[in-house]
Nanobody, 123 residues
Framework: QVKLVESGGGLVQTGGSLRLSCAAS????????MGWYRQAPGKERDVVAG???????HYADSVKGRFAISRDNAKNTLYLQMNSLKPEDTAVYYC?????????????????WGQGTQVTVSS
């Protein structure tokens, strides 16, 4: 079992910055890839950014050049630096971690989610 707790959300004006954190606890040794997702009211949850266990990153087109994902494996913490925020970035942001295990010789990946943190960007 992995527990994820996000923090760092809040209200910011257009053009401002926020840094989200996601602290992982429990069986963190199984965590491979991690990522940030967001869900705006009335919309589906979409990927924002992801980072592999080796540090490779990918971003949604809408946040490229503005957001940066990083992880500190020693602290079991995932980060999302968000700059040049826009009103359309307003959403609940969720942390995700994939827990990779071997069950009867077969690789299994279980996703874990945090409770979410609200980010509101005012115009």
């Amino acid at each position: 079992q992995v527990k994820l707790v996000e923090s760092g959300g809040g209200l910011v004006q257009t053009g401002g910055s926020l840094r989200l954190s996601c602290a992982a606890s429990g069986d963190t040794s199984c965590i491979s890839a991690m990522g940030w997702y967001r869900q705006a009211p009335g919309k589906e949850r979409d990927v924002v950014a992801g980072i592999s266990s080796s540090g490779g990153t990918h971003y949604a087109d809408s946040v490229k050049g503005r957001f940066a994902i990083s992880r500190d494996n020693a602290k079991n913490t995932l980060y999302l630096q968000m700059n040049s925020l826009k009103p359309e970035d307003t959403a609940v942001y969720y942390c995700n971690a994939d827990c990779a295990t071997i069950v009867q010789g077969v690789g299994v990946v279980d996703p874990y989610w945090g409770q979410g943190t609200q980010v509101t960007v005012s115009s």
